[in-house]
C-alpha cells in the first residue's frame, strides 16, 4: 500500500512536537487526495494512549519501536527503513528540526532514495505528491517531483501547522526493531532545551518587545504586565540581551529568534535592521518610542511617539478595564 | 590641551601571548609543508606560485607531504574579508598568469577615462590635467572580495589546501625559528568558558611560514616586536569605509576628490578624499579615505562617507540607485620608512599590507601584494630545496623590485599633507617632478595613536541617515554581511575606563558601532567614562589598533561576508 510516514518526536515527558503533529496533519491532507492511508512512527517509551493519541491529527496506524532510544539519528534511521521496506510506505514526511534532517538524510542513503529539504509546501499532482522549496536564499521557489519510491520530503520548521483533522484513535503496531552495529555507538546522556525554554516567543500570537528604550532591567516589568493583559509574552533585543536586562531566549533578529506573531508591540526599541529581519513579518506592528525619527516608525502599522514609562501603564490599564468589562 | 589614546594602551603583550613552543603531541598536530596565513592577493599568489614550482620540483614535492601548501583564512571563504576600492595595476595577474587573457580575469572594465576634482561645499572643480598619481589609464576596476575568491578558487585547482574560518591565533617558534602557527580555538562563550560545540585550536607545523595577514595583521604585529622588526618609522593608517551602489545609468570614467567634506584647518588635520568607480554598466564603487591621524574624536568615516553622497556633484552619479554593500578596512600608509626592517626570519616571511606594501599616493597595492606572494614563493622553494628556513633572499627580491622602487619614490609625501592640505599637494608635485629625488631625507611620521584628540564638531556636520541614500551603522554593519553570534568573547582590546575624549574617538571612528558610552555617562559631562563594547558587529577593519586598542582575530567564520566590496 502506498502510504504517507511521519516520523513522531517527543520529550522525556511524552509531548509531542508542534513541528511533528503538523507533519502528521499534513500527511493526512495528502493522504486524503491521494487516497491512501497516514502514518506515524514513534520510538522509545510511549504510552498506549500517547501513541493512539496521534489519531486526533490523523494518523490511522502509529508504529512503536520501544526498544529504539528517542532523540538519535542512526538508530531512528534503522526503525523508518525497516516500517518502510516492510510496509511499502511510498513517502517519509518530516516537519521541521535539525533531527528530521538528519534522520531524513540517513534514510534518503540508506534506501537509496530521492529528498528534499526545506521544503515549505507539498501538494499532489497527477496521483503523486509534489514538494516546493525555496532556493536562492528565499528569491525563488521550485518544484520537485520524485521518479522512485520512497520520496524523503523534510519539512523546513513552521511549515506545516497541526490541526486536528482524524477522527478517533489510531491502531498502534509494535514494530521490532535490530538496531545496525553502528546505531548503538553513541548513547543518549540528556536532552533538554539548549538555550532557556522558560518564553516560547515562536508561538505566541501576541508579542511585547522590549529595548534599550525601557531605561533598566527593571523596567521590564511594564512590558511584562502590558504582555500578561493582552495575553501574550515577551521579547527583547540583542541590545538590552547583551546587557543582561532579559535572557537569551527571549532575543529576537538576526542572530536571535525570528517570530510572527497577530501583534508585535515595540516598546523602545529604535528598530535597526537586525531587529527588523526577526519580525517583520509580524501581522500588525505597533510602536512605542520617544524619538519620531526612529526607524521602527517605517515599518509599523501604527506609530505612537512618546515617554513609554507614561504610555505602557496607562494602556495595560486600559486593556484590562476593557477585558474585565 | 588633548589627550592621546596612546597614554591608555591595550592590555596586550602581543610578542608574549601571541607567541608559543609547539604543544600538540606528534599525533595531534597537522604537519604542512608551508603555512600561509591570509587568502588575500599576497598569500593566494604565494600559495599558487609555490605549486606552479613544485610541478618542476617532485622531489621537494614528496619531501613537503600530503599537503605541500594551506592557506590559513578567518574569513567564511576566501574574499570574505578583503575590501578595497579598487583599480589595479595589471602587472601582479599578468606574472602569475602569464597565459591568461585578461578577459577571463575577475575584473569589471579597464580604466579610459581618469578625472580628479576638487571639492568646495556645492562646487566640483576638474583638475585639468590630473595629478599624476592618480592617472589609472590601463589600470583595471576590480573588487577585491571577488578577486579573493577567483584566487581562492585557482589555488584549490592548483592542489593548495585552503583552510577557511580559521584564525591563526598564534606564532610557532622554537629557538627564534618560526615552525608554523597555531589555529583558534572555537566555541568559547562570552566568558571565555567551553561551550557544547567547542573545539581546540591545533597547531599547524610548516617547514615555512608566510604571514600575509593584511592590514593590521595580528600575527604580523606580534612577530614584528617578537624579532625586533620594527622600521626606522612607526606604521601609520588611513581608514576607508565603502558602498557598492545600483545605479540606473552607467558611469563613464574613474572619479577621485579632494576637498571638502574635510576641513582645511591644520589643526584637525583631516587628510584624504574620495573615489568612485565605474563596476560595468550598472554599479559604482563609493568611497571615503581619511588617515587616523586626525584630531576632532568626533570624526567619523563612515559619517563623512554619508555627508559626501549629499554633495550636488555625488549625488548625480547615485541618483535613482541602492545601495547592496558596505564595508570598511585600514589601509597601512606608513610607505618605505614604515616597512618592516627585515622581511624574512628563519622560517618565516611577511608579504603585501601585512608588511605595509601599500602606495598611498597612487592609490596601489594589490599588485604589490601578488608580486610580493610570488617573490616570497620564489624564495621559499630555493632555499626547501637546500633544506635550509634561511628565506632573506626575499628581502633581497623585495628591495630590489618596484615595490620599494614605487614607496622610496613617495617616501616622504604623506608626511607634508599633515601640514595641510595645500602644502602636501606641492611635496607631492615636487616628488612627482623629480622622480622621487627630492625632498631628501628622511621625514618624520608618527603614531595615529600619539595624536591629542579633542571633542570637536566635526560630529556637528553630519546628516541623520534617512535609510535610503544615507544610512546608520548598524544598518551598514547588516549590508556587511556580518552575522555574527552574540555570545561570542569579545576579541577586541582596551582599556574601559577612559577619559572622554578617548571614549568618544573611539565611538566616533569605529564605523560598526562596537564601542558605546552609557546614556547616563555621555549626557552627565563626567571626565572619565566607561566605553562598552559589541564585539559581534566588528568587521575587523583595525582602526582601534592605530588608535589605542588592539584588535586580535576572533573565532574563525566570524565578521563580514563581503561579496563585492
Known sequence: MAGILVYALHDDEGNFNKNSLGAISEAAKLAGELGTEAAALVVGDVSDEGAAGLGKYGARRVFRARTVPEGLAQPIVDAMAKVISEQGFSYALFGGGLLGFEIGAGLTARLNAGVTMEVTEVRVEDGKLVAVRPVLQDSAVVDVGYVGEPGIIIGRLNAFDASERGDGAAEVVDVDVELSEWSTKARMVKRGEQRGADVNIEDAEILVGGGRGLGEAANFKLAEELAEALGGAVAATRAVVDAGWYPYSAQIGQTGKTVAPKLYLAVGISGAIQHKVGMQNSENILAINKDPNAPIFEFSDLGVVGDLHKIVPKLTEAIKAKKGG | ?565
Open chain 2, 1 to 565: 590641551m588633548g589627550v592621546a589614546p596612546a597614554q591608555f594602551p591595550p592590555p596586550v603583550a602581543p610578542a608574549e601571548e601571541f607567541v608559543t613552543g609547539i604543544t600538540d603531541s606528534e599525533d595531534e598536530r597537522i604537519e604542512v609543508g608551508v603555512a600561509i596565513v591570509g587568502a588575500g592577493p599576497a598569500g593566494l599568489a604565494c600559495a599558487i606560485r609555490i605549486m606552479q614550482l613544485l610541478e618542476g620540483e617532485p622531489e621537494l614535492s614528496e619531501r613537503l607531504g600530503e599537503v605541500p601548501v594551506a592557506v590559513i583564512e578567518k574569513g567564511k571563504v576566501a574574499g570574505a574579508h578583503l575590501l578595497s576600492g579598487a583599480t589595479m595595476r595589471p602587472s601582479g595577474m599578468r606574472a602569475l598568469f602569464p597565459d591568461l587573457d585578461p578577459s577571463e580575469w575577475p575584473v569589471y572594465q579597464r580604466v579610459e577615462k581618469d578625472a580628479v576634482y576638487l571639492l568646495t561645499p556645492r562646487l566640483a572643480l576638474p583638475l585639468k590635467p590630473p595629478p599624476p598619481s592618480f592617472r589609472n589609464h590601463g589600470n583595471y576596476v576590480t573588487s577585491i572580495a571577488r578577486l579573493g575568491r577567483f584566487l581562492g578558487e585557482r589555488a584549490e585547482e592548483a592542489g593548495v589546501y585552503l583552510l577557511t574560518e580559521t584564525a591563526a591565533a598564534k606564532l610557532l617558534v622554537e629557538d627564534r625559528i618560526v615552525r608554523g602557527v597555531r589555529s583558534g580555538d572555537k566555541g568559547r562563550g562570552r566568558d571565555g568558558e567551553e561551550l557544547a560545540n567547542f573545539e581546540p585550536g591545533s597547531d599547524v607545523v610548516a617547514k615555512a611560514t608566510v604571514l600575509a595577514e593584511g592590514t593590521q595583521g595580528h600575527l604580523t604585529g606580534a612577530a614584528i616586536e617578537y624579532f625586533g622588526l620594527e622600521g626606522l618609522q612607526p606604521q601609520r593608517w588611513e581608514l576607508g569605509v565603502k558602498e557598492v551602489w545600483e545605479v540606473p545609468k552607467p558611469l563613464d570614467r574613474v572619479i577621485h576628490t579632494m576637498g571638502w567634506p574635510l576641513r582645511k584647518r591644520a589643526r584637525y588635520n583631516e587628510f584624504g578624499g574620495s573615489f568612485i568607480y565605474p563596476m560595468g554598466e550598472d554599479k559604482v564603487s563609493i568611497g571615503f579615505v581619511a588617515g587616523l591621524d586626525y584630531t576632532d574624536a568626533t570624526f567619523s568615516v563612515h559619517d563623512t562617507l554619508q555627508l559626501f553622497k549629499e554633495h550636488p556633484f555625488v549625488r548625480r552619479i547615485l541618483d535613482g540607485g541602492t545601495r547592496v554593500a558596505w564595508g570598511a578596512k585600514t589601509i597601512p600608509s606608513g610607505g618605505f620608512w614604515a616597512l618592516p626592517r627585515k622581511l624574512a626570519v628563519p622560517g618565516m616571511v611577511i608579504c603585501g599590507d601585512a608588511a605595509g606594501m601599500c602606495n598611498v599616493a597612487e592609490l596601489k597595492g594589490i599588485h604589490y601584494a601578488m608580486h610580493a606572494g610570488i617573490y616570497a614563493a620564489e624564495a621559499i622553494v630555493a632555499a626547501l630545496k637546500q633544506d635550509s628556513v634561511n628565506f632573506d633572499a626575499y628581502d633581497a627580491r623585495v628591495r630590489d623590485s618596484l615595490i620599494c622602487e614605487d614607496l622610496y619614490r613617495w617616501r616622504n609625501v604623506r608626511q607634508a599633507f599633515s601640514r595641510g592640505f595645500f602644502f602636501g599637494g606641492a611635496i607631492a608635485s615636487l616628488a612627482t617632478i623629480t622622480r622621487g629625488h627630492l625632498p631628501p631625507g628622511r621625514w618624520k611620521q608618527h603614531e595615529d595613536a600619539l595624536e591629542e584628540m579633542e571633542i570637536g564638531k566635526a560630529g556637528s556636520r553630519y546628516p541623520k541617515p534617512d535609510g535610503k541614500y544615507t544610512f546608520d551603522k548598524l544598518s551598514s554593519v547588516f549590508a556587511s554581511g556580518n552575522a555574527t553570534r552574540d555570545d561570542a568573547p569579545n576579541h577586541i582590546r582596551i582599556q574601559r575606563h577612559v577619559p572622554r575624549e578617548v571614549a568618544q574617538t573611539w565611538v566616533s571612528m569605529c564605523p560598526a558601532q562596537v564601542y558605546e558610552i552609557p546614556e547616563e555617562q555621555a549626557a552627565s559631562g563626567a571626565p572619565e567614562v566607561d566605553v562598552h563594547v559589541t564585539p559581534s558587529n566588528c568587521v575587523q577593519c583595525g582602526a582601534i589598533t592605530a588608535k589605542g586598542g588592539r584588535l586580535t582575530p576572533p573565532e574563525g567564520g566570524d565578521g563580514p561576508l563581503y561579496q563585492e566590496v
